[in-house]
């Protein structure tokens, strides 16, 4: 080992540190809770301490040539600014590569934190030898990351990746983008888990009640590993349906993901989620 890099994924919840080598081996990883609620700085001095203790630990063995920061949000790759991020407030608009470069004396380069996943993918993960591919990241949230001819695709300003908030229905939910109807409206964890509450609530889903009630830990992932065989096989009808009809019509990727969108919703709807 002779050149080792420092990879930081800053999360709304985890603030995550990691040692690689020039080969992707990973070295050391340091998990740590992201105290966003302390303010900008105290979360920047856990990060860099962090970093000098890991770059310090293994500066006889490698020489630290870079640090490479995942964030969720909009950054300006230009000037090395968070510009928006919902999940770290009070954080857009600052120089977060400036300051951390000026503290460490180390080159840092900023990243949107779903492009850096998706980059990371093609580097050594389900897209290696791959020069083209999008990557989608469900969570809280839902993220992507497009790779072009082996390199990031940031499109105009950043944000060709964020598939999150493509619009899926013009009137619905308001998201946190301010767009209406975004993906990531009705497929990250947090919109399952509302849709699931609404209808719990209203009573519309007798089943998903008992589920929340008889689940100490009734989770998106539970909702999901609960919904997801039934909407399996509800797919899987519908695309049954579609190859028995008798005059079979050409069907092309829009119109597929639009019958998939309309089975998606006729499933949810018969659970007692609307929107
Ligand atoms: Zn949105």
Redesign the pocket.
């Known amino acids: 080992m002779s050149n080792l890099s420092i990879g930081v994924d800053l999360g709304g919840t985890n603030l995550r540190i990691a040692a690689v080598d020039d080969q992707g081996i990973l070295i050391e990883k340091v998990t740590l809770g992201t105290k966003v609620a302390l303010g900008r700085d105290h979360v920047l001095n856990d990060m860099c301490d962090a970093i000098k203790r890991l770059s310090e630990k293994y500066h006889t063995r490698a020489s630290l040539c870079g640090i490479g920061i995942g964030v969720p949000g909009i950054i300006d790759l230009e000037t090395g600014m968070v510009r928006e991020s919902p999940n770290l407030p009070g954080w857009s608009d600052y120089p977060v590569r400036d300051e951390i470069e000026k503290r460490l004396g180390t080159r840092v380069i900023l990243e949107n934190d779903a492009n850096a996943a998706a980059f990371g993918e093609k580097w050594l993960g389900a897209g290696r030898g791959v020069n083209d591919m999008a990557m989608l990241t469900l969570g809280t949230g839902v993220g992507g990351g497009i790779v072009l001819a082996g390199h990031i695709w940031h499109g105009m300003n950043g944000m060709a990746g964020e598939f999150?908030?493509m619009t899926v229905e013009p009137e619905g939910v308001r998201?946190?983008?301010?767009?209406l109807g975004?993906v990531?409206?009705y497929a990250s964890a947090s919109a399952v888990m509302r849709m699931a509450k609404e209808a719990i609530a209203s009573g519309r889903s007798t089943t998903l009640a008992h589920a929340a009630s008889t689940d100490a830990e009734f989770s998106a992932k539970a909702v999901s590993a609960w919904s997801m065989p039934r909407l399996l096989r509800h797919f899987t009808q519908e695309s049954r349906a579609l190859r028995h009809r008798s005059n079979p019509v050409p069907v092309s990727t829009p119109s597929l993901r639009a019958l998939c969108w309309a089975a998606m919703r006729d499933y949810l709807a018969r659970l007692g989620c609307r929107w």
């Not at 998201?175 to 767009?179: A, F, M, Q, V």
């Open positions: 999150g908030h998201c946190g983008c301010g767009n975004c990531e409206q």
